[in-house]
């Protein structure tokens, strides 16, 4: 069973004053098959572990190990720590101009899965996978993100995850900027995942709204750059009325 291990991770970006460390000593252990909602307030350093995590060169890991099965991810180039099984569904997915969908689709699993998937199939599981996050068959045409509304982009991003099948999958705000309609759509494509059994989530979040529909095994409190509290669903509970104000108050 593939576990990610984070263990007293620090990571540091290049400001225009020097290096700000941002991530102070993060740990947390994700399996295959488990749930885990990170949520904290802005700024707290949710997209550093995500980016950290998915090997953004703009991120400087200054201390800390993260191993996927045994195997140093830090030493491992962004395509390899694809190949390896971390998927990273961005909070601002990036355009891909003059790349359709289809043709993204179909490079990603080829590059993840070690061939290319055979192209009846693959156009019957890329159909299915699209009707059930109910998007018009006519997007696979249109070019990566361009001119995507945010929830095509999230849809897009779920659709990615679906169909390349992670070890680990880190989802960055996947609902931030939905309505209900498309909130509900996107859950029910991770819960899909998540029952399969071999995809073990990492699902960051500011608003507990996502919860009500992908009910976490593991919840942790991100503030200042690292885990302050962990828990069970209950905690998001805690977190829906009191607020992130008892981790943030104080000094650094
Ligand atoms: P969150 O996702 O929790 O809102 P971020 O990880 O985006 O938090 O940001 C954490 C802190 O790190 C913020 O103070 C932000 O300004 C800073 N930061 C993040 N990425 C960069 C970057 N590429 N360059 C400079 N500062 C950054
Ligand atoms: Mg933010
Ligand atoms: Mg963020």
């Known amino acids: 069973m593939a576990t990610l291990e984070i263990h007293d991770l620090h990571v540091s970006v290049e400001g225009e004053g020097g290096p700000t460390e941002i991530l102070r000593g993060v740990d947390l252990t994700v399996k295959q098959g488990e749930t885990h909602a990170i949520m904290g307030p802005n ?6 572990l995500a ?7 703009k991120y400087t890991v200054t201390g ?4 996927l099965d045994g195997e140093d991810v830090l030493e491992m180039s962004v395509d390899e720590r694809a190949r390896a099984g971390v998927f990273l569904a961005m909070q601002y997915p990036v355009e891909v101009p003059g790349v359709s969908v289809s043709n993204f689709l179909r490079t990603s699993a080829t590059a993840i899965r070690g061939e290319a998937p055979k192209l009846r199939t693959w156009i019957k599981e890329v159909k299915e996978t699209m009707a059930g996050l109910e998007m018009d068959p006519s997007f696979a045409e249109r070019n990566v993100n361009e001119g995507f509304s945010g929830g095509e982009k999230k849809r897009h991003e779920i659709l990615q995850l679906e169909l390349l099948k992670p070890k680990i999958a880190i989802l960055d705000e996947t609902d931030s900027g939905l309505d209900i309609d498309a909130l509900r759509v996107v859950s029910e494509g991770v819960n899909r995942v ?3 059994g071999d995809t073990g989530t990492l699902l960051i979040t500011h ?3 996502i919860l009500r529909y992908i009910n ?3 919840v942790h409190v991100f503030a200042k750059g690292r885990i302050v509290e962990s828990g069970g669903a209950e905690l998001a509970d805690k977190l829906e009325a009191e607020g992130y104000e008892q981790y943030v108050k104080g000094g650094a």
């Open 43 to 48: 700024g707290s350093g949710k997209s550093t």
């Open 207 to 209: 608003y507990t709204r």
């Open 194 to 196: 998540r029952g399969g």
């Open 51 to 57: 980016y950290s995590l998915a090997g953004h060169p």
């Open 216 to 218: 976490p095994d593991h």
């Open 64 to 67: 800390g190990t993260v191993t």
